[in-house]
């Protein structure tokens, strides 16, 4: 038994906004009062009382993350109070830190779920593995799949029943919990060199074959699959010049089925080139304020070092040219393929400081905080443990409004931002780094403090010396256990992974067997990661 007694509780799921009441927790959960005597009480006088974090779009695990590391050997000796202990694993920070320092900062913020966006089946056993060595956090992850040379086949044919199937399988061969869509069709043809930039056009090496099909195509698939998360979708065109005019004809694809869009900032410009860059963060927000069959989350980027990742590999190769830096590439077989670019985003720069404004634009101008969530699309905005820096531009409208004093004049002419007055609410900010991102998941023992709820809970100081709030929690519970006290990682233990198996006909072995045993380097019985390989699995089955 673990009692929270007299702090301010924001619970917007269960309608409590900043209320004074006691939280109860036995055997992981939170619990009734039970007025049982025993165990710990926490006296939360002064402090306010969160949810624990849920990151709806990062990338913390796997294959790309190490080559991402091995490019940026200089961020290694980049420190963090958590990573430097004694009485913890070792752990490099940086801006892509390794598994048990990501796990000890994500939970040393407050944040005690994430969603590892990208995973390759072909490496998914790596990045179970890693997940594993994870420590503390629940975690999810996604299996791309918008390039999948199989899958694709089947759309071009129109054999959307057997695709369905073929989908259902590969999630399940992947112990993955929800589809992950990039650039569809734009990283199959970046094999040929090629990208894909026209929604409608036939992709490289197709007949008929275009991301408009790819989308559709896998929008209906996932529903039919009746997946707790809908698809993620990483648009095509990202970072381009002009790139909503996509975007916005992908959402009027979307039409008709539930969608999230990964990381808008990124899809959210207008002009005709890097000189005419502007912000189109408006337009896209009325088309997210229309239309509740869509979530979204943000992909903020603040100013800074950082590195790139994404299954994008076209995209990587032009930053790569426009930037002249280091550049990473992995073809997957017949699945995907990543990139990878060191990038410093910098505020005198016109582009990079459209993108800064963007980025906060599309969280203060989308009216419903359940429908767009604070993600940094970790590390390629910027790293998570700097989400304290965005939170503060979203409440404090008076340094907001400082901070865009100081972008380029030329840069204040292409964005909005300055006329938006609107400041997030703690309750605000609950919901888009917890409540939110945990209902656009389905994980409904996620992001709430109701009964039955994972005691997930992260106490933060409601007027910290340092002015900013969420930087350092004093108390942060996992799973009923204090993790984090006074600034310190105190109790690690291991999450949980989160893993759908969606229904499919077995019969589907047969087609896929001959496939695989043609055109894989992997034979077909080695390519399933084996249930008994995760540790602590959530099952949940669905379809
Ligand atoms: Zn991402």
Redesign the pocket.
Known sequence: MLRITGGKVYDPANGIDGVVKDICVSDGRVVTDTHAEGGRTIDARGLIVFPGGVDA???VAGAALNFARGLTPENMRRGHPFVHSRELRAGLGGVTPTTFATGYMYAGMGWTTVNE??VPILSARHTHEELHDTPILDKSCLVLMANNEIVLDLLEAGEIERATHVVAWLIWAAKAYGVKAVNPGGVAAWKWGKDAKILSAPIEGYKTLTPATIIAGLAKIVDELRLPHPVHL?CNNLGIPGNVSTTLETLRILDGHRAHL??LQFHAYGGDDWGSLRSEAAALAEYFNAHPNLTTDA?AMLFGETVTI?ADGPLEYMLHQLSGRKWGNVDVENETGCGIVPHAYKPNKLVNAVQWAVGLELLLLINDPWRVFLTT?HP?GACFWRYPEIIRLLMDVEFRKEQIKLLPEKAQKRIVLADVDRQYTLSEIAIISSAGPARALGLSQKGHLGVGADADIALYEERPESGILFEFPRYVIKGGDVVVEDGAVRNVRNGRQFVVRPAFDHQIEDYLRPLFQKVYTMSFDNYPVEVERLHQPDIKPCG
């Open positions: 779009h990062t990338h966006a990208a990483h990964a990381h992909g994404t699309d390629n």
